[in-house]
């Protein structure tokens, strides 16, 4: 049954490289399946958001894609002219951003700053773009859609543009959203609000997500699958319940080792051994080296 | 030893309220600390803990005499320091240390390591043999003595806390503000740092106020804690007492929103109406 299913995104093999040559993704392979999240785990330097980029087509100039390819519900995004698979990336995929702020326009309410995107990209009337903004406000649990969608995005807390970003996610029936650290700036009870309301629209729309994010227990929470990246390479993948149940990855285990619990003060914490973070480079150099002979 | 190094009592701290500034004329004050009451313990680590905009790191402000309170007390090592102007705060100084949340910008991208170590001790009156101070400083934080030499910008961010670890312990003070110093560090780096700041503390006897929104590290780090909301104190106790048996519904709404890595496959479900 599994095996028939398009994934929603199939990534393979996909490697990036710095123009000094540097490889800053390593033979990335992923899939997620649709209606379900896939949660990006790794720390700073890891390559979580440069694979989310490569997804939605806006990596920096300076990252060159040299392998692999990309598979948007089974349409080679490398295979489009470029006019093409932006419209596809527009039309299939949004993104819930880390910091509401910057994502926002300060000077243009919110309401236009929604409704742009429907009418700009997908080419609806600005009647119909309303009406959805307003069901989507509506299903985030925004009380007054009125006054949101006058205000500026000062005027709103954190907590607020945060809903307002995922219900113009979701606006647009994407069938793939890649969250990227959606609530890494926010206080951990806005937090569990957020992580609720996001689970929630993602289960009723059917939505897959690459959710990209740094904390182990966030990617406990909200994803079923999950790979653990290191320097650009997926060091482990799996179901997450399994993860969490067995890890078998050294870094993972030091990951989950070193990840605070306070139900557990002192069997968490502990500092990531020099032989583990020794070991990973030996395996990044090793997986380097064998690239590099067919590479040239 | 029974005296504790802080005494606070109904302090208050006010702050313009940039939000009803008017066009002209001067923001009108707002109490961003509503009258604080506690005691911190000489030789132990207390945790303030908070959401955004509770107060903690205006507490912490106030505490080292970067702001003056508006009103209350505040009692240092036997001296009331609330309302001290800077040239006679001066000399306390040295005993009322800081470590940063950013050590990118708490750090001069100009002076090397070694000069950024010295320059408190310079201007405490210890600037003789400084170079066998600064290696000691070093060392203290496990750093090697080659990065005396260095600038910040060729420092990992753990490194880089290190040194401000080093600087501020650097004149064995008395009491150390410790502002959110491992939120922005990846959590490998923030177990290096916090386990380093762990064993100083012990073998120095340091007394430090550590000032976290996340009350997994509290727990770890901490002997009391301190939960504050909305400028004010909602719960303080010792540490094990505030996390097997938190009196407060909001401090339990804290522990509850923490997301554990573990699985629960309730804990996005919507919360059952508590009956209160």
Sequence with gaps: ?296 | MAEPLFSVRGLKVALPDMTRKPLIGRAPMADILKGLDFDLPRGSVTGIVGESGSGKSTLGRALVRLLEPSAGSIVFDGRDITHLPEAKLRPLRRNLQMIFQDPMSSLNPRRTIFSIIAAPLRQNGLGDNLKARVAEALQRVGLPQSFASRYRHELSGGQRQRVGIARALALAPKFVLADEIVSGLDVSTQAQILTLLERLAAEMGLTIAFISHDLSVIRRLCRQVIVMREGAIVEASATDALFDNPQQAYTRDLLAAIPLPEIDADWLLPAAKAPT
């Design chain 1, 1 to 296: 049954m599994s095996a028939v299913v398009k994934p929603c995104l199939d990534i393979r093999s996909l490697s990036a490289v710095l123009p000094n040559g540097q490889r800053v993704l390593r033979s990335v392979s992923l899939s997620v399946q649709p209606g379900e999240v896939r949660a990006l785990v790794g720390e700073s330097g890891a390559g979580k958001t440069m694979i989310g980029k490569a997804v939605l087509g806006v990596l920096p100039t300076s990252v060159r894609i040299v392998e692999g390819d990309m598979l948007l519900e089974g349409e080679d995004l490398g295979r489009l002219q470029p006019k093409a698979r932006r419209t596809l990336i527009g039309a299939r995929t949004a993104l819930i951003p880390q910091d509401p702020l910057t994502a926002l326009n300060p000077s243009r309410r919110i309401g236009p700053q929604m409704t742009d995107r429907l009418v700009r990209i997908l080419g609806w009337s600005g009647q119909r773009a309303e009406t959805r903004i307003r069901q989507l406000l509506d299903e985030v649990q925004i009380r007054d859609p009125d006054r949101v969608t006058k205000s500026y995005p000062h005027e709103l807390s954190g907590g607020m543009r945060q809903r307002v970003l995922i219900a113009a996610a979701f606006a647009a029936e994407p069938r793939l959203i890649v969250a990227d650290e959606p609530t890494t700036a926010l206080d951990v009870t806005v937090q569990k609000q957020i992580l609720r309301l996001i689970a929630q629209l993602q289960r009723e729309h059917g939505t897959a997500i690459l959710f990209v994010t740094h904390d182990l227990g966030v990617v406990a929470k909200i994803s079923q699958k999950v790979s653990v990246l290191y320097a650009g390479k997926v060091v482990e993948e799996a179901e997450t319940a399994d993860l969490f149940a067995a890890p078998q990855h050294p870094y993972t285990r030091a990951l989950m080792a070193a990840t605070p619990r306070y139900t557990d003060p002192f069997a968490s914490l502990k500092p990531v051994d020099e032989a583990v973070l020794a070991g990973l480079a030996a395996e990044i150099a090793a997986a380097d080296q064998a690239w590099r002979r067919p590479h040239g």
